[in-house]
């Protein structure tokens, strides 16, 4: 059990260009989560997958995100038309099916734009 | 929307010391955790309670749960330098297990 990788760790783009980052979650885990943390916030939900379904949406994501888990195993997020209020670290956690179980975290992608 | 809320929102304590946070929440919940944060090593959990639960303990971490009040509590006993980090709660609300966070406790200890 290697745990959720998440890359890349760090990326800086400029405003207006498009940013994609991978998560691979803990194998045998077939929920799947992304959140967003801002300085000095707790991690904010933006979507989730059961497998390869996109179950639920926050608002939070606007329609210059998209996110897919083609083969319910890794995932990736895609922002289109970076803009500086993007700038955040990305989240990535995984956990078994049903209610109770913990997530398992990523270290996370910061992005910075410039 | 951020659905916990901790206090106090900093702490700075000598090592050996309990360090105490509190967390309230708004509507019901399923259970609720408790997640540290440091820059090492990411976002980990620390302690699951279910909403039918009062009282949890794991180590050095006590975690309390009234749910009439809609808060919880997390002591951290004999605190060592290591346990310096961002402490976080979080509740989950319906099936998708998805979390709530709160805005987080910065606690120090000091050597």
């Known amino acids: 059990d290697t745990g959720v990788s998440q890359n890349p760790r760090h990326k800086i783009t400029k405003r207006g260009q498009n940013v994609t980052f991978r998560c691979d979650p803990i194998s045998e885990h077939n929920r799947l989560y992304w959140y967003r943390q801002t300085l000095g916030q707790g991690p904010e939900f933006l979507t989730y997958?059961?497998?390869?379904?996109?179950?639920?949406k926050s608002r939070l994501l606007s329609d210059r995100f998209s996110a897919e888990r083609p083969k319910g195993s890794f995932s990736t997020l895609e922002i289109q038309r970076t803009e500086q209020g993007d700038s955040a670290m990305y989240l990535c956690?995984?956990?078994?099916?049903?209610?109770?179980?913990?997530?398992?975290f990523g270290p996370g992608t910061r992005l910075t734009v410039t | 929307s951020q659905q916990g809320e901790e206090d106090p929102q900093a702490l700075s304590i000598q090592e050996g010391e309990n360090a105490t946070m509190n967390c309230s929440y708004k509507t019901s919940i399923n259970n609720l955790q408790w997640y540290r944060q440091n820059s090492g090593r990411g976002l980990v959990h620390l302690i699951l309670?279910?909403?039918?639960?009062r009282e949890k303990h794991s180590g050095r971490l006590r975690v309390t749960l009234d749910t009439s009040k809609k808060s919880s509590s997390l002591l951290i006993t004999a605190s060592r330098a290591a346990d310096t980090a961002s402490y976080f709660c979080?509740?989950?609300?319906?099936?998708?297990?998805?979390?709530?966070f709160g805005k987080g406790n910065q606690v120090v200890v000091i050597p």
């Open positions: 979080a509740t989950t609300i319906g099936g998708n297990n998805r979390l709530a």
């Open positions: 309670i279910r909403s039918n639960e």
């Open positions: 997958f059961q497998n390869e379904a996109q179950l639920e």
């Open positions: 956690a995984s956990s078994q099916s049903g209610v109770g179980y913990e997530q398992y």
